[in-house]
């Protein structure tokens, strides 16, 4: 019987394969050997794509007459100098007489499978029988799981044809558009800045990420604040002072006008005062009455909300939150998940699902149960098991088969905790976070009582005309945590008139729905009825003012583009969006990484804010004015997910390179024929005035 190679990765995970099969191996130089099996690894990619002057050396030179360059026939690679020993060793073990069967274990994904096909291809396996392993946790029992329930390769050709694609996309995209904007405009850049020569790198996901930050940028300069003013009576209810919001409805004399800054305030101070005046032309002008005006109670309602927990962590999510939480990058984030994965602390970070699979869900006690010896959440895990509440899981919207493709969400294995307290501090963290959104979603979701008040008010004009307006004010209170115990109870965001953002004030954000409220007073507002009359001490005016577009932070940024560019913070709102997002989520930090290290973005590490630099603003303006699909997220996205459909068999391979081929070769034509040198020299002039103070 023929022996069987594990190929993995990288060396550490090889490791745990060797270990989970309790091989008795000799190790050797890059790989170990049993009598029956051989565990050996790659390091990374071992073979990439020839460069164009591999195809002919007239392409060392850059020329326009040389472009577009696509390869007709067969595309070539090569093993990648710095691990060539690594490869020839791969290369005789996967070749040898006595292996019969490959057991493919590189990372579970498309990049994964991309990296065991070059080198397979390369090194010109043949006649052999080749299992691909696909694990969601490097457990022992996973591991195991995996190589039990291995599927011959030829399985997953849709999605190697999708990892090659993607590979010649961003090979074309990127050497035929670098190459032809450096070649148009590079020399303009250079003399501009007068700091030595400039080529300009283009991407397929890169330019659209600069593009979405200079977009940004563009924006926020373009922004002018708009003053508005809101008129707030104080009203005193059992002795609670509390601030009632006016708002233009049907009836107020101001509905539907002009003079409106959305529906609760105006556009001009003498305005805000003409109704402050006329409300108090009703007052009882008795200067013993403490309280010169009331207010009707129109209504008032009293209801109990529930909040569940959040889905649970894909990637973006998890960057998302570090970021905010931790001020660390998502490449950060990316690489303390791998290492918690590799020392089997949680399961694969590359996915995009936020749920569980139905089969993860029926041992997901197996999870849990290991978690009880975890000191900062074990009691939570130790309810959940002595209540049962993981039983039914599956019939919630955590669990959804439809919604995953490669791998199911984020969580914690229960498993590896004794090599936690070895873990950097950043990691120990991380993982925590990881728990506790996991746990989160057993326990019961948290009650609030949320309760309505409006109230009217007469007013009466100078010119004698009488109105009824109207004043409301929003409570809520939590009266039962549920999950909030596991997740913390979030911090109470108080907005001063200053801070509101750009959509102006609304009910849930106004200064009332803020206030620490108790349940003695929700049982004042238990006695109120309609028709009631409550004091009011006085009416003020508060001022506020627009503010622009928030920049990106490293985290917003990956969500945007996950969304296609859509910075969707709300969490249901990010659920109901479909289809794919910029790059993948094993690609977004790495891509995000790269333009701050070419220096066309700026990332302050200590906020994590990204900025365009002098010259990535410059980038995008030669990029707009040439290939300006390139910045399109929209568009952008529709290749990624036209990569999704050939690796589901929807569209061919052949189909997908004819309509890159043909976009490729459509706007090379377009840039030759362009002549908008001295419309660039204007924008250059533009870009510049904002950063001279900065130099």
Not at 521 to 547: A, C, R
Request: hydrophobic share 35%.
């Amino acid at each position: 019987m023929g022996k069987s190679v594990f190929i993995a990765e990288k060396p550490s995970v090889a490791a745990e394969f060797a270990k989970a099969l309790k091989l008795n191996t000799s190790r050797r130089d890059g790989y170990m050997e049993s009598e029956n099996a051989i565990v050996t690894w790659c390091v990374g990619h071992l073979v990439t794509m020839s460069y164009p002057e591999v195809y002919d050396e007239k392409y060392k030179k850059w020329n326009l007459k040389d472009l577009p360059f696509i390869p007709e026939g067969e595309w070539k690679y090569e093993v990648i100098p710095s691990v060539k020993k690594q490869f020839k060793i791969v290369k005789d073990i996967l070749n040898r007489d006595d292996v019969e069967t490959i057991y493919v274990c590189t990372d579970s994904g498309r990049e994964g499978e991309y990296i065991y096909r070059l080198v397979a291809q390369e090194a010109g396996v043949k006649n052999k029988k080749e299992k691909r392993v696909w694990i969601d946790s490097q457990t022992e029992e996973e591991i195991l799981r995996g190589i039990r329930e291995a599927k011959d390769l030829s399985e997953y050709n849709n999605l190697s044809d999708a990892a090659y694609l993607r590979a010649k996309e961003d090979y074309l995209m990127g050497i035929n558009f670098s190459r032809l904007l450096t070649l148009k405009y590079g020399n303009s850049i250079q003399n501009y800045l007068k700091d030595g020569w400039k080529s300009i790198n283009v991407g397929r996901v890169m330019t659209c990420v600069l593009g979405m930050i200079c977009n940004r940028e563009r924006e926020i300069r373009s922004f002018v604040k708009t003053p508005f003013y809101r008129v707030l009576a104080a009203t005193d209810i059992g002795g609670r002072k509390i601030d009632t919001e006016w708002k233009a409805v049907e009836g107020s004399k101001f509905f539907e006008t002009p003079y409106l800054y959305k529906e609760n305030g105006f556009k001009e101070k003498p305005v805000a005062e003409a109704l402050i005046n006329a409300l108090e032309r009703n007052s009882t002008n008795n200067e013993s009455n403490a309280y010169p005006l009331e207010m009707t109670v129109k209504s008032i309602t009293m209801k109990e909300e529930k909040k569940q927990a959040p889905l649970l962590y894909n990637l973006a999510e998890l960057q998302n939150d570090c970021s905010k939480m931790f001020k660390i990058s998502p490449d950060e984030t990316l690489n303390v998940v791998q290492e918690l994965y590799e020392n089997k602390l949680v399961t694969y970070p590359r996915t995009d699902a936020r749920v569980l699979s139905t089969a993860v869900a029926k041992e997901i006690h197996k999870n849990i149960g290991g978690l009880q010896n975890y000191s900062p959440c074990g009691h939570f895990a130790v309810n959940i098991l002595k209540a049962s509440s993981y039983k039914g899981i599956e019939k919630t919207k955590y669990v959804d088969d439809r919604k995953i493709t490669d791998h199911y969400a984020i969580i914690p294995t229960g498993q590896g905790l004794n090599g936690l307290q070895k873990q950097k501090p950043i990691n120990q963290k991380v993982y925590m976070v990881i728990v506790r959104r996991f746990l989160s979603i057993f326990y019961p979701p948290a009650i609030y009582k949320k309760a309505s008040l409006i109230g009217i008010m007469p007013a009466t004009y100078r010119d004698e005309t009488t109105t009824t307006e109207q004043f409301s004010s929003n409570f809520k209170i939590l009266v039962n945590k549920g999950y909030l115990e596991i997740a913390g109870v979030p911090k109470e965001k108080k907005k001063s008139a200053k801070q509101e953002d750009v959509e102006g004030t609304n009910e849930e954000n106004s200064e009332n729905s803020e206030l620490s409220l108790d349940e003695d007073f929700f049982n004042l507002l238990h006695n109120i009825k309609k028709g009631d009359k409550i004091p009011v001490s006085g009416t003020e005016i508060k001022e506020g003012e627009t503010s622009p577009p928030k920049r990106y932070t490293s985290g917003s940024l990956i969500l945007a583009m996950e969304n296609a560019g859509q910075l969707i913070e709300d969490e249901d709102l990010r659920a109901q969006i479909k289809g794919s997002g910029i790059g993948t989520s094993a690609t977004r930090a790495e891509i995000i990484k790269k333009l701050v290290n070419i220096k066309y973005l700026s990332l302050n590490k200590k906020t994590q804010v990204i900025t365009p630099t002098q010259l990535g603003e410059m980038i995008f303006g030669v990029v707009h004015g040439s290939i300006k699909s390139l910045l399109n997220p929209e568009l952008t996205a529709s290749w990624e997910l036209g990569l999704t459909q050939v690796a589901e068999g929807k569209i061919t391979s052949d189909e997908y390179m004819h309509k890159l081929n043909e976009f490729i070769r459509g706007r090379f034509n377009n840039v030759i024929n362009l002549n908008n040198s001295g419309q660039m020299t204007g924008y250059y002039n533009y870009v510049a005035q904002f950063y001279r103070r900065k130099k």
